[in-house]
């Protein structure tokens, strides 16, 4: 089985007006593929008033593909594309909680957490709360870690990423606005000629 072939992770990526209902709208086209999101996140855009969103499945390349352009179709959207992990540079935010009583008692946790590049946002007399970015290994390390020690509550944000091999989406909109606008319609030179046209 080759490459394209296998499921992988896919990182869409979908410039878009902001208008309300076309998060429903684009979800439905998941939905009615029977496809889920493993991540879903929505953003503003390098461009005012242009947003972006950035979804995450697991799927066949050739769905994929599929799928990217049946979003496009979508009257708001302004482009779409779709990546690999390979093709994208990207993180996710986790934040955990923890007792303060036992980040105070066991220093090892303290060593533990600074290993894995975590930091204390808020600390609390009954409970402190890190904060890590990376990838999801990473973050769902930590999780395993931290539940020996009672971890109480535990949340991941949802992936960002920036593709790798593009110029950003602010360079192709300056391409669509220099683009001429087409010619007009040339009539069939064919039209009123029938009869000469399909006389063999």
Known sequence: MSEAEKKQEFNITIYTENQIGLLSRIAIIFTRRKINIDSLNTSPSEIDSIHRFNIVINEYEEVVRKLTRQIEKQVEVLKAYYHTNEDVI?????????????????????????????????????????????????????INILQPYGLIEFVRSARVAIIKDSEGFNSKLREFERLEPGEEVIENEYLNQGEKVFTM
């Not at 409970?127 to 990376?134: D, K, R, W």
């Open 90 to 142: 990207w993180q996710e935010l986790a934040l955990y909680k923890v007792s303060t009583d036992v980040i105070a008692e066991k220093v090892s946790v303290e060593r533990l957490l600074r290993e894995n590049g975590a930091r204390a946002v808020v600390i609390r007399k009954d409970y402190t709360v890190f904060e890590t970015t990376g990838h999801r290994e990473e973050t769902d390390n930590l």
